[in-house]
């Protein structure tokens, strides 16, 4: 009945789309081929198990990123890659350093001590604990207009989400830039600290990391992410109540290390030399297991180099698998791949990460021209009985952009449904407890019937 | 820019889609105004704490379900409703009479103590501890074919959802079938239990419980689900073991008693008379908070009314706000809610309702007209930025059913995605803190998005 169904409504696309990529009957087949072998034999949930539990948190530079990479390694030789290699690139290695504490030490000029749930930022630097008077501002706007009473106080931003974005990804970019810029805006006006609301609309109070830099030409300042709820009180708070604030930071920078990329390969039959790359990103926050950032998309990697070999699909273009190191401080991961691909004069057809957690797939967000757009549009009743319902023009994977900025090729990112994404976005409860195994697999049964047809048709 | 994007979108959509239903622009600022208001003001998730917190699971005669209409009434006449009264009807009255437990007692003739978890499936009759030896079948195939081997002994149905079916719905249908008939299936042939795989691919042990029926001719023997992992153990060992089996229940009926659908309206200002139904039910079972099954179409739908008030929406139907009794193990509230528009001869346009948890909305399934089909589809351009992308031709809620077949009205339910459905439905693990925010009120404004739509233009 599903088929059927399925059979019906492809057929009814077919007579109004337009004839570009127009896909056969045999195709239907071969994606429910892909999504049975992954939705029954599918291996990536205990992969996740064992990258998540065994490993665990893996920042680059870390000695936790460096098993990463060997098990990764091991992974793609035990499910099916005709050749694996590592691509060797230097990496930022960044420690917290300890714990982050902060309390509130003075209310109203009386003492008192209420710790806040703080993380530090990562690449910010701390070397121990800075107090100071709290000037909560709502924004960049507002410290503008304050720019003078600045001077020697930790600046705190409360710059939430905004809840009638229906895409929290839209919310994200708003309210990034706070992570991302707020020291050194507030240093630039004699800030000894900065701390911002953590980058999520959660209902719990789990602080969230993430990276963060400097402007040079400003003290470096220590930065932390306050949890939501205590968000909430500190900033409820400075309408009537001076405060006081002791924040315990020590992130510092050891020498940079070398990192690697985890490539494998399934050697194209017709253009071995053209090459489609699928990918998401091996390293991961200190604080978390890196579950849904991005264990999910390293898993689901593996997982359909794994389902198409299962299969026995035999790929015209040369498909490759790449665990990227650094996307989280970094980028090198990815810059290299890039990089590399244009000194060796590599050609790319076109290039797809997972990067947006494990969740439900409702379609993919793709940085592509119209007529490429156009043809991957026509898949979408190949697809849509999977979850894909849309393709977006809003672009790739953060890896992926060097090979989308140095060659020129298309590039996309699965998209899940991303509702629950900054709940556990670089927060501790980003752990394999908090992935659904269905969901995780449906993501790769999308992917992996994209890249049939990318690979089948070409872009 | 999301607005600006919205409205090329749409304009694109009204060049090519039929002119029925067309709508106007000015839709798209209500809808937008309906989606503002319930994300940043909306007090679905409080009242769902209260619900599940305060109240908890409250089957149909139980105490707490008679609690949950006293707040659920004063919830409608505090979020805005014109007027509330409660509709009364008859409901059953089963309780489950103690803990329900079972041991493997037996392994190969040897005595073992080995506990598995179970719950007694709702409607069930036990009193006391039933032993025999343990007979594990595949289906209802594989019982028929060793009939002459059931009598005295308990039968298990390794009747698990099939994974490669994406729509878990589809796997609950195929299923389903072992809870609600399996023991009467078996009683014919002499058995004297019967446990089946609990109905969920949860990765996680929890037992799911469920409605099931007795047919009259047949012994009414005592009925189990087991955790699924037990249930792996069980059919694994099933192969080379012989196993005796100790189950304890102690389900029965009290006599039926009064329960009632909780009601309220915003009255209609140019057709009051005519009534469109939004509802969910506020029964559940007795072993968790009904937080997802159904505690999320309840507050959805008081929310819906909430929004539509404080955005000043004047109605042209009288939009009536239905929390509706006994959906779990009798249908006794939609049965009378639909009795009574019949013998008053009211004018029913529409009924839609929110059960299949508080999932991100991915669309409606409808049941309905073609012509209807492919006016309610003209709106989807409407309603995808918030989620929905499909309407299929599936159905609607199990409450509203009587309602389509007394008086033959379109009904239809909200789709929300259904992966993570099947993991807390009638398990434990049915609690508030498994319910996402910003999931649930997204329902609400898809909803609410589709009854404004319908309201203004009918169906």
Redesign the interface.
Known sequence: M?NFSLMKKTLTALLFLPLLGMAQTGDEARIKQL??EI??NGRA?ELLRQLTKDIGGRLSGSPQFAKAVQWGKLSMEQNGADKVYLQECMVPHWVRGGQDKAYLVEINKKKTNQQLDVLALGNSLGSGTVTGELLAVADFEELEKRKDEVKGKIVYYNSGFN??????F?SYGESGIYRRWGASRAAKYGAIGVMIRSLT?S?ANDPHTGGMAYIDSFPKIPAIAVGPRDADKVWAMSKSSAMKLAMTTNGHFLPDTIGHNVIAELTGTEFPDQIITVGGHLDSWDVNEGAHDDGTGVVQTIEIMRALKAIGYQPKHTIRFVLFANEENGLRGGTKYAAEAKAKGEKHVFALESDAGGF?P?GFSIQASKAQLEKLRSWIPLL????S??ITGDGGGADIGPLNRTLGIPVGELLP?P??YF?LHHARSDVFENV????LL?GAVNMAGLIYLVDKYGL
Chains 1, 2 share one sequence.
């Open positions: 599903v999504s049975d939705m029954r949930y809840p009638t974005n229906i895409k929290p839209v609309e209902t439900t409702r849509s009985p999977y979850g319902f849309e449904d509702q629950r709940d659904n195994k269905r969901e449906l």
